[in-house]
Nanobody, 119 residues
Framework: QGQLAESGGGLVQAGGSLRLSCAASERRFLRYSMGWLRQEPGQERELVAAVNWNGETTYYADSVKGRYTISRDTAKNEIYLQINSLKPEDSAIYYC????????????WGRGTQVTVSS
């Protein structure tokens, strides 16, 4: 079925930056819109950023606009999330996901990478 493998999470101080990466194992993921979602304990997953198949259209949740940047490298079949000016409330597990049904919903997930921001 293929895999989405996230990396780049870690422990960082408030105000710092991280770059999350998502490596897609199959070329079919190049056709899909891709998103980054995050989940805090006891909370539902929240879509924070998304990019369409060719990288020309992006979406950001209001809470992250101006600090998060999503991008994709079609040659490497990777998706990135640059996070700047990190805040403690950004702490969560971040998941890379694909909209494989092209429905506007993200239905195929990676295992996630933990981001923890200390104050």
């Amino acid at each position: 079925q293929g895999q989405l493998a996230e990396s780049g999470g870690g422990l960082v101080q408030a105000g710092g930056s991280l770059r999350l990466s998502c490596a897609a194992s199959e070329r079919r993921f190049l056709r899909y819109s891709m998103g980054w979602l995050r989940q805090e304990p006891g909370q539902e997953r929240e879509l924070v950023a998304a990019v369409n198949w060719n990288g020309e259209t992006t979406y950001y949740a209001d809470s992250v606009k101006g600090r998060y940047t999503i991008s994709r490298d079609t040659a490497k079949n990777e998706i990135y999330l640059q996070i700047n000016s990190l805040k403690p409330e950004d702490s969560a597990i971040y998941y890379c996901a694909a909209d494989t049904l092209m429905s506007g919903k993200y239905d195929y997930w990676g295992r996630g990478t933990q981001v923890t921001v200390s104050s």
